[in-house]
């Protein structure tokens, strides 16, 4: 598949991940429980995560198009399965279910998996490999924000 295809696949399935994602979380950053708790002095306006997260899966959509035309088919879906799987599991874990803690765990395999990719492929994408570097940057910055809702609530 050409370039153009594969990457209208990625943005339908990274988008579709956080409709998903939205729809599990419910209305958890509007719940009680959420604006209740200590939340960290840098945590972003609420219309940030929609602007980043909307960056994120487009600079991503580009990431997994040039890498599934550089690598093993196989083994980039296996890795990006479980990237789904984690990323979308977070909102269900963390929002939905109030699971803090077990919501940092995740989302610290989330960024590690990222990390992964960002430097296993290093010699086959080259300078693309980059197109995954605002995935982990805001990966950093959500697992800050979770962790400190862990250790201060």
């Known amino acids: 598949m050409k370039f153009t295809g594969v990457l209208i696949v990625f943005l339908a399935l ?7 994602g939205t729809i599990l979380m419910a209305n958890g950053p509007e719940t009680l429980w959420y604006t209740s708790l200590n939340q960290a002095p840098w945590t972003p306006a ?8 909307t960056c994120v899966m487009i600079f991503f959509s580009v990431f997994m198009t040039f890498l599934v035309q550089n690598e093993n088919l ?7 399965i479980i990237q789904f799987i984690l990323n979308v599991s977070w909102n269900y ?13 995740n989302i610290i395999i989330l960024t590690i998996l990222v990390f992964y990719f960002l430097v296993a492929f290093k010699a086959s994408l ?3 490999r980059f197109f995954i570097l605002p995935y982990f940057i805001w990966l950093i910055v959500a ?9 201060y609530n």
Request: hydrophobic share 55%; net charge positive.
């Open 126 to 128: 080259k300078n693309n």
């Open 74 to 80: 196989n083994k980039v879906l296996k890795l990006y």
């Open 14 to 20: 990274n988008f579709g991940a956080l409709g998903l």
């Open 143 to 151: 697992t800050s924000l979770n962790a400190y809702i862990v250790l």
């Open 93 to 105: 874990i963390f929002f939905n279910q109030q699971l803090t803690t077990l919501g940092l765990i």
């Open 46 to 53: 609420g219309w940030i995560f929609g602007a980043a997260w």
